[in-house]
């Protein structure tokens, strides 16, 4: 990692906070990271993490004086952001892109022919070095240049190189994913704790148990069908079809609507 000496984050929202933290939490800081985004408030809680490594800088361009440089904009904003820093990108520099819908081959048409890119699709368990974060590098990218930063992403979990075209499949079901599930988490850790067990012991059951139940999904072999006799009891049958219907009906369209904007 010693030629990776210094990183920007383009944007300070929740997916650079997170993946800061993520860092921290791992000893894995580089010592200096500098962060631009035009809401002062996103940037004094990034800033806040590691106030000591962590600089705010006045615009976009001086962000790119960086040996990496992550761009956490939404894609609205990409053309914006692409006017004030294509000129200042060092050669040698390696910029990650998180934006979905933006194509390696347009990001390096907008940025003048820079092709030192990689795209990722970042999810939130990074923050505690357990995330799911699928990758595609640029071919201009050297071997040497991979193994680097995959002993950065190491930090953050798991970095599985796939297709490009995969990209925005991995963004709707493991880039959002947890979001689908935490506020059923929550609520059986809540209903746990009214039935008389503490915070903890809630918390520790419902962590083994969705282990359990995805590794059993994944590695038993068995199909849904058998997989749900397993358990005689199941209180949600009555509603199962009116969930399957909900992610059908609102996760396709999203899906279909993603890959229009390519």
Not at 56 to 73: C, P, Q, Y
């Amino acid at each position: 990692m010693d030629r990776i000496r210094t990183f920007s984050f383009i944007g300070s929202g929740r997916l650079t906070y997170l993946l800061l933290v993520g860092l921290k939490r791992q000893f894995a800081l580089p010592h200096k990271i500098l962060v631009s985004d035009p809401d002062a408030k996103h940037l004094q809680k990034v800033a806040k993490i590691m106030p000591d490594r962590i600089q705010s800088v006045k615009n976009n361009r001086e962000a790119t004086d960086a040996d990496l440089i992550f761009l956490a904009v939404h894609p609205q904003v990409v053309k914006e952001v692409r006017a004030e820093i294509q000129s200042a990108l060092k050669p040698e520099a390696m910029v990650i892109s998180f934006i979905p819908t933006v194509t390696v081959l347009r990001l390096s048409n907008l940025l003048n022919g820079f092709n030192r890119i990689v795209r990722m699709i970042p999810n939130a368990p990074s923050i505690i070095g357990k995330g799911y974060n699928p990758v595609y590098y640029s071919e201009f990218l050297s071997a040497d240049d991979r193994v680097l930063l995959k002993q950065l992403f190491m930090h953050w979990g798991e970095s599985p190189e796939v297709p490009e075209k995969d990209l925005e499949a991995y963004a709707m079901i493991t880039g959002m994913g947890p979001t689908y599930f935490w506020f059923q988490v929550d609520e059986l850790c809540k209903l746990a704790q009214s039935f008389g067990l503490t915070e903890k012991e809630a918390k520790g059951g419902l962590s083994k148990m969705i282990t359990g139940t995805a590794e059993t999904f994944t590695e038993s072999g068995l199909k849904y069908e058998e997989l749900r006799d397993l358990i005689p009891s199941k209180p949600l049958k009555d509603v199962e079809e009116k969930i399957r219907n909900i992610y059908q009906t609102t996760l396709a369209p999203l899906y279909k609507k993603l890959k229009k904007a390519r």
